[in-house]
């Protein structure tokens, strides 16, 4: 069953001018430690793969805010939302805080909820999809 779709398209030369007028204040304020880590991470390559990097992150937040039904309102805050990896290195996000909240809201009694994410970039475009739905409760182990 699907709860929520969300998709955005950010401009990744707009996320480049924002890094180079706010840097720190930018990054701290929207992107949660583990998204910093990866996009920092590729430092010694260029500006471009580095603003790329964040550009994708900033979409997959929106698209997650948008899959939740409040966009970035009713206690939804940037940092709420994370993309992290899953081992075999499938993107999904982590939500935390009110983003949290919203999901267990709108997840009906008797099913887990599941996040599917798709990230993709084409200078000087960046995209997200999201995905959320729920899928029945796995049986507790006795």
């Given at each position: 069953?699907?709860?929520?779709?969300?998709?955005?398209?950010?401009?990744?030369?707009?996320?480049?001018r924002?890094?180079?007028?706010?840097?720190?204040?930018?990054?701290?304020?929207?992107?949660?430690?583990?998204?910093?880590?990866?996009?920092?991470?590729?430092?010694?390559e260029?500006?471009?793969?580095?603003?790329?990097?964040?550009?994708?992150?900033?979409?997959?937040?929106?698209?997650?805010?948008?899959?939740?039904?409040?966009?970035?309102?009713?206690?939804?805050?940037?940092?709420?939302?994370?993309?992290?990896?899953?081992?075999?290195?499938?993107?999904?996000?982590?939500?935390?805080?009110?983003?949290?909240?919203?999901?267990?809201?709108?997840?009906?009694?008797?099913?887990?909820?599941?996040?599917?994410?798709?990230?993709?970039?084409?200078?000087?475009?960046?995209?997200?999809?999201?995905?959320?739905?729920?899928?029945?409760?796995?049986?507790?182990?006795?």
């Open positions: 069953m699907i709860l929520g779709l969300g998709n955005d398209l950010v401009d990744i030369r707009r996320i480049e924002t890094l180079d007028r706010f840097g720190g204040r930018f990054i701290e304020r929207v992107f949660t430690e583990t998204e910093r880590a990866k996009a920092e991470g590729r430092q010694g260029a500006h471009r793969a580095r603003a790329a990097t964040y550009a994708k992150r900033f979409a997959a937040k929106e698209a997650c805010a948008k899959a939740l039904g409040t966009g970035l309102r009713r206690g939804v805050f940037w940092r709420d939302m994370g993309v992290v990896n899953l081992p075999g290195g499938r993107p999904t996000l982590r939500l935390t805080g009110g983003a949290l909240a919203r999901l267990q809201a709108i997840t009906p009694a008797g099913m887990e909820p599941v996040i599917h994410l798709t990230l993709t970039d084409e200078y000087p475009l960046a995209e997200a999809v999201v995905i959320i739905s729920a899928v029945p409760a796995a049986a507790p182990q006795t």
